[in-house]
């Protein structure tokens, strides 16, 4: 059995600049907050709802772990919390530049994520009956994530 995958929607958050925590044991920590956004799927749409961060730990090989909490309002009036953990990493000079605002190839770095939905009951709860995986893109002041639904 090889699983298949879904398209469920893309999103595209706005960020603002990273607020450096600084070193801690596990790593470098950061929060990045999202101030909006919107997202469009097949079956749902709507925006992202200002308020939710990615909180980030940048490891000593260079891998950024990502812990984002946030919600959706889609447009029949739903809040949907998401949870999206995650991993992205590159060669360092690509990862550098990136972290300097460069418009990068989202093909020359590795970024995946599992979001994980908090739906009520109703035309959205088949968000928590299915394991979603994403693939993201850094820009400057926004992140753009390609959703699936793992069949």
């Keep these: 059995m090889t699983p298949t995958l879904e398209f469920a929607y893309e999103a595209r958050a706005d960020l603002l600049p990273a607020v450096e925590l600084g070193e801690t044991p596990h790593g470098r920590r950061r929060m990045i907050p999202i ?11 709507g925006r992202i709802l200002p308020g939710g961060a990615d909180w ?3 490891r000593a090989d260079g891998v950024t772990e990502v812990d984002a909490l946030y919600a959706l309002e889609t447009d029949d009036g739903a809040v949907i919390q998401v949870r999206n953990c995650g991993l992205r990493h590159g060669p ?11 418009t990068i190839d989202p093909a020359a770095y590795y970024f995946r994520a599992t979001p994980v939905f908090a739906a009520s009951e109703g035309p959205h709860a088949w968000l928590n009956r299915s394991v979603f995986v994403c ?13 699936f639904r793992v069949l």
């Design 35 to 45: 101030t909006g956004g919107v997202f469009e799927g097949p079956a749902i749409r």
């Design 56 to 58: 980030q730990i940048i």
């Design 92 to 102: 360092p000079e690509i990862m550098e530049r990136l972290a300097a605002g460069e």
């Design 135 to 147: 693939a993201g893109a850094r820009f400057a002041s926004t992140v753009t994530l390609r959703v």
